[in-house]
């Protein structure tokens, strides 16, 4: 089993940055495709972005592009997420997920372990 512990979320103002943290236990070396999702009350859960095992694919949902930032350090079994320039609708709980899936992975039906999820509050 693997699993996620997310950290790194808060209140911000709009235009300010957090950085979001998940941290992989278990049977890490199970691990490939890892990604950020959302869930704002009332709302689906959304991808945010993903990345494949080797770090060389890496996707972006759309209202995120060119402010959000995926990376992982494979070493630590770590994920992270740089959210900048955030919104108000950036608001949400933030939930890390992993699978042994290889290459990367857009759908959250496929991906097997998540973490707890995280709040991130914009405010305005």
């Known amino acids: 089993q693997v699993q996620l512990v997310e950290s790194g979320g808060g209140l911000v103002r709009a235009g300010g940055s957090l950085r979001l943290s998940c941290v992989a236990s278990?049977?890490?070396?199970?691990?490939?495709?890892m990604g950020w999702f959302r869930q704002a009350p009332g709302t689906e859960r959304e991808i945010v972005a993903a990345v494949a095992g080797s770090g060389g694919s890496i996707y972006y949902g759309a209202s995120v592009k060119g402010r959000f930032t995926i990376s992982r350090d494979n070493a630590k079994n770590t994920v992270y997420l740089q959210m900048d320039s955030l919104k108000p609708e950036d608001t949400a709980v933030y939930y890390c997920a992993a699978d042994r899936t290889l290459g990367i992975v857009y759908s959250d039906y496929r991906f097997s372990s998540w973490g707890q999820g995280t709040q991130v509050t914009v405010s305005s």
């Open positions: 278990g049977r890490t070396d199970s691990i490939s495709a």
